[in-house]
């Protein structure tokens, strides 16, 4: 959160984002979707989206700009929670982080997703790990994935951006060909535009050429949230 450096112009909108920052870097997995209601809701929650997707994580801005809020955050929270535990127990190798109402989940050569140098096709251990998710989404099928391609620096910008993008679009079709509904998944890339380490090392480089995953609830979740908390 500390890097986010958002500007608003309303003081309101400001105090908001301070409360919501402090209560989420704090609060356990079930607490987070409810502390965004409480200091702002929807409204904050989409205007800080806007701003970290705008920067140099675009997966932190699609779950705090999906937020619902107050008690039916909690109520999406709570379900993310358990979705969360079953990724992580099904994929160790994964990094998985709980984020207000939604999940982050990143796979890059160390987390079991990795592709051949200039290459975009999911294959051999890839197929394997993406299996095991596909089974943990199918038993929680109110929600909507968001999937991105990233790559390192080596190579032309360019064409960083065209493998990325391939990528990216290789799991989608790979989740879809194999039982993910097309109307969950948006695909997007981003080439070498969000460095998660040090692109001068090999070790940076592996985990920059990685996929990422945002699990967020989708409409139908979000309407029984606030029928079952009102």
């Known amino acids: 959160m500390k890097n986010i450096g958002l500007k608003f112009t309303a003081i309101m909108f400001s105090v908001a984002l301070i409360t919501s920052c402090t209560a989420i870097k704090n609060a356990n997995n079930k607490q987070k979707g409810a502390v965004i209601g409480a200091s702002g809701g929807a409204a ?35 379900r993310m929670d358990k979705q969360a535990e079953r990724i992580e127990e099904e994929i160790p190798g994964a990094e998985v982080t709980r984020v207000g109402e939604g999940i982050n989940v990143v796979f890059n050569e160390d987390a079991g997703v990795y ?8 294959k051999g251990t890839s197929a394997e790990t993406l299996n095991s998710l596909i089974g943990i989404l199918n038993e929680y099928p109110d929600s909507d994935i968001l999937i991105e391609g990233h790559t390192d620096s080596a190579g032309p910008e360019d064409y960083n951006m065209q493998l990325s993008k391939k990528r990216a679009q290789s799991v989608s079709q790979y989740l879809n060909s194999n039982g993910i509904n097309a109307s969950r998944l948006t695909t997007k890339w981003y080439g070498e535009s969000q460095p998660k380490a040090d692109n001068t090392t090999n070790e940076g480089k592996a985990k920059n050429r990685r996929v990422e995953m945002v699990i967020v609830a989708n409409e139908q979740l979000k309407q029984e949230a606030v029928e079952k908390t009102e």
């Open 44 to 78: 904050i929650g989409g205007v800080i989206g806007n701003n970290v997707g705008s920067g140099n994580n675009t997966a932190l801005g699609a779950i705090l700009g999906a937020v619902v809020g107050g008690a039916a955050g909690g109520y999406i929270g709570n």
């Open 115 to 122: 592709f051949d140098t200039n290459k975009s096709e999911v």
